[in-house]
Structure formats: C-alpha cells, structure tokens
C-alpha cells in the first residue's frame, strides 16, 4: 500500500483531493468570519447554501484535471476521466441550482407578508415559488442532457434517439394530457395574477386560504383547518371568489330579520356605536338599511368595511351579538313574532246551534 501511495500519480491526486477540500475549507471560513464582522446575513445565507456544492464542484474540477495530467494508460484514463466528468456535471448543476436558490432566498428575504395590504408581497412570493420548481427542473434536464452527451453513442445515434424522442413524446403528450393541462393552468394562475398565495377564497362552498400553489395543484387551508387540494385547472375552468383580488379590504354584512315595528332609527343609532367602538372596523364606511321584507319581518342589513377577510367575519359576528343582545334587553318586542286571530264568533254561533 506504501508503494503505491509513493507513486507520483497517487501522490497527484492525493495532493489535488486534498488541496480542494483546504480551499473550500478556507473559503468557507473566510465567508463566515466576513458574515460576523460585516454582521450581515446575506455572507451566512450564502454559506449556509453553497457550501456543499462548492466543495464538490472543487474536488471533481481539481480530480478532473490531476487525471488528465498524470500520464495514466489510456484503458484507465479513458474510463476515470469520464466518470469524473460526469460527476463535474453534476457538481456543477448543483452549484448553479444552489446559486440560483440563494438569489431567490434573497428576494424573498425583502418581501414581508406580514403586514396589512400585502397584495404585493404575496404575488411576488407565489411567482418565486414556481420561478423556483422550474428553475430546479431546468437545472436538471440541462445537466441530464450534458452528461448522456458525453457517451458516444448518444453523439453517434443522436438523429435516431431524436426521432424515436419525437415519437414517444407524442405518446406521452397524450398520456399525460391531464398532467400538462394542470402545468400550463398553474402557469396561467401565476403569472396572470388571477391567484396567489395567501388569497382569501371560496370554493366549492368553502371559506379558505390560498396555503400551496404548485404547478398541477392548489392547496386551500379552510376555515376549520381542513384542506382542500384541486387541481389547477378547477381555478381556470370554474367560476370561484376572490376576496382579495385587487385588495385586502373585505365589506362585513349583517342580515337581522326584525318585526316591521322595530324602531329603525334607534337601531342604527345602536348600531353606529357599535361600529364606531369596534376596534376591527377600518373608519372606511357603514350604513344600515332596510332592504326587504317578508310576510312576518322585515330585513334590516348592517354593512361596515374592514382591513381583510378575517377581521371582516369578526366584525361581523360581533355586530349581530350585540345587535341582538340590545334588541332582547330594550325592544323585545321588536323580536320576529307569529300573529294568529281566533274566530272567536263564529264558534260561539256554532255552540249556540248546537
């Protein structure tokens, strides 16, 4: 074993293996020592996500080149430096997937959904979130590609593999029509901003939240903590709402059904200190009316803005408790009542028939 250690070409190789992993060693120590003085997140980010990669993509470079350069016989050269290569390939691809995560980590880094009217943050998150899946995939295929390139044969029958290519495509295509119309539905979703994440929706007579868009699928977190998975293609092809497409701002309305003497004035004036005093309601605009009536009661609706969908429901619910409690405690008869009226005469003529 000490021989063939001694021998320059295993000393080479060695002295390259080891010599890649020292400078990715160095490099990323000198990265973390530059993240405390500077105090800057991004150097840690950076650290954090391309250190593996850098070191592989240093050991199978360095590799690569010490291979080429140790006068092996070509029976061993040949068969080694196309595995190393591939294995550079792959590094590689890993490196600029890596790079390009960091990128995309760092502008979502700056985008804050936490925040009241975060319409804007919230594109932005959903559009990286596929920028990202198809970055990986093309990262992937790209770096597929290059190394089945490196065989022979695949550069010698490349116009009969293209061909046959074409031909199974077509198979597949039609195979998998229902999976690329998912795709192409969740491009349009995304990037024609008709949906994004953390949209407030209703679908299929679900109150939910936009949890997870992908490419094939959306993910809606109801209101009591189930989860709702459609394809993409339900939001293309059928009619849904969207509480929070151009804005956050949602309209809270109550619906009372009163009896038709009901003093409306003193009702909105209880109702004006309710909303008022409500700290969910946005001092955007609230009114009271009565909007219909039925044989027994009258409708009196409440509206009152709010900052979203959520403070919206809370508002709402508040406003009818209170409303309701008011009208027990001071009009109870202004509650809906059934009337009914006896013949009282004409049982007593019966009775005297009788």
Known sequence: MLDVLSEPTTVLLLGTLVGAVAIGWLSARAVLVAARVTRRPFLERIHDRCHRSWLA???????????????????????????????????VSWLVASIAFLVEDGVMHHVDVDVRDNRRARRVRTQMGIIRRLTAVLITVIGLAAALMTFDTMRTYGASVLASAGLVGVVAGLAAQTTLSNVFAG?????????????????????????????????????????????ATYFTTTPFENWTRSESRVIAAVELHL????????????????????????????????????????????????????????????????????????????????RTTTATGSVERERRAA
């Open 57 to 91: 993509t240093l050991v199978t470079v360095g590799e690569l080149s010490a291979v080429r350069s140790a006068g092996l016989p070509a029976e061993v050269e040949r068969p080694l430096g196309h595995l190393l290569v591939i294995a550079t390939i792959g590094a």
């Open 187 to 231: 491009l349009q979703l995304v990037f024609t901003d008709a949906l994004r994440f953390d949209d407030i929706v209703v679908v299929e007579g679900q109150w939910g939240r936009i949890e997870e868009l992908t490419l094939t699928y959306v993910v809606v977190h109801l209101w009591d903590e189930r989860r709702l998975v459609l394809p």
């Open 259 to 338: 009896d038709p003497s009901a003093p409306v004035a003193e009702l909105r004036a209880r109702a004006r200190e309710l909303v008022e005093d409500n700290p969910l309601w946005d001092r955007r605009e609230w009114v009271l009316q009565v909007t219909g009536s039925t044989e027994l009661t009258m409708i009196v609706r409440i509206t009152a803005s709010a900052a979203d969908a959520s403070s919206a429901w809370d508002l709402k619910c508040d406003l009818r408790e209170d409303l309701l409690a008011w009208v027990q405690e001071h009009h109870p008869s202004a509650l809906p009542r059934v």
